[in-house]
């Protein structure tokens, strides 16, 4: 699906293979530069290195699975910024030479910025998931075909991950129907400064009623959103609660849907007190065949202050950066 340079000499190759070779063989994978010739080096060396595989689906993956291929060099191979191409050899097992060789990146001369890798980042925060800011939207529907765990959830969210590593102090990853709380009205540069010591923290959801509404006769509900009126459902049926979570993502080499388990440094889930998140599921539903990019409303204002329910197409794999913002 993607690649992308993830430090002077590291880079990272997000696609999808077969769920059952992985899981069941012995493939491996290889990584190789090409050098753009120069007139100060005009045969330059190809750099070869050993790659490191993540499966980052947690067992979920079905007959295709998602694969990150960490390539990690000496040194920068494009050290003098002549540009050149990231190849990757994958070898079918341990047992076997033969292996299928393609390109996944190119650098144009002169287009390498080492400065984007270090502090400070263009952004504080960066978060994926909602209908509003910015929005990238990436189409996977050839990528459906291959039967992945949910959408391939987990494609998209590694993809995003090593897409703007870089860009911003942290990364939030929860879902277009989900919205933070901070308790006490704390600000959340505030609650960032707290949990800077770790690379990532989860937050709890808690569910919101699409059926329970405040009705409160001196609010005029005709100038409020649906899901303004939903209130709080307290209904834990299973031992914990779900959670999304926030990452400093140049310290991760995959990611999840809920949390990664591949990051370099400490990860913390206490964070009650902190930050909290609210999920309107089934208020926000995903778009169908034929509908309009419209926002449709299947009560008017004045029905919606009894009844909470509302429809609103929503884009299941957006990236954006709303809170977009270095002051």
Known sequence: MSAYRGGPWTFA????????????????FKCEWQPNPSAADPAPRTVRTKAYKILPDWGYGRVYTTVVVNCTFPANP??????????VHAYYSTASRRYERFVTLEEAPGSYDESIFSPPFQHDYL???????????????????????????????NDCLHWYRHAANWTFFFDVDEYLYLPD???????????SGYTQFTFEQNPMSTKLC????????????????????????????????????????????????????RST?????????WSRRCSVC???PG??????WTLTPARAASRCRMWVPCRSCSYHSRWATTA
Request: hydrophobic letters at 35%.
């Open 185 to 195: 009205g704390q600000a959340l540069d505030q609650v960032l400064a707290k949990l």
């Open 13 to 28: 190759v997000v696609g999808l293979a077969s769920k059952p070779t992985h899981v069941f063989g012995t493939p491996y």
């Open 78 to 87: 494009n050290a003098a910024n002549a540009g050149g191409k990231l190849l």
């Open 286 to 288: 995903p778009t169908w």
């Open 291 to 296: 509908s309009s990019p419209l926002v449709q």
């Open 127 to 157: 978060y994926r998931g909602s209908l509003a800011g910015r929005v990238t939207v990436q189409d996977i529907r050839a990528q459906a075909e291959f039967g992945n765990y949910y959408y391939n959830q987990f494609l998209v969210v």
């Open 269 to 277: 889930h206490k964070t009650e007190t902190l930050i909290r998140c």
């Open 214 to 265: 405040i009705k409160n006769p001196r609010n005029g509900y005709s100038r409020e959103w649906g899901f303004e009126k939903f209130v709080f459902r307290n209904s834990i049926t299973r031992v914990r609660r779900d959670r999304k979570y926030a990452i400093q993502a140049r310290n991760a080499y995959a990611t999840g849907v809920h949390m990664s388990q591949n990051v370099y440094g």
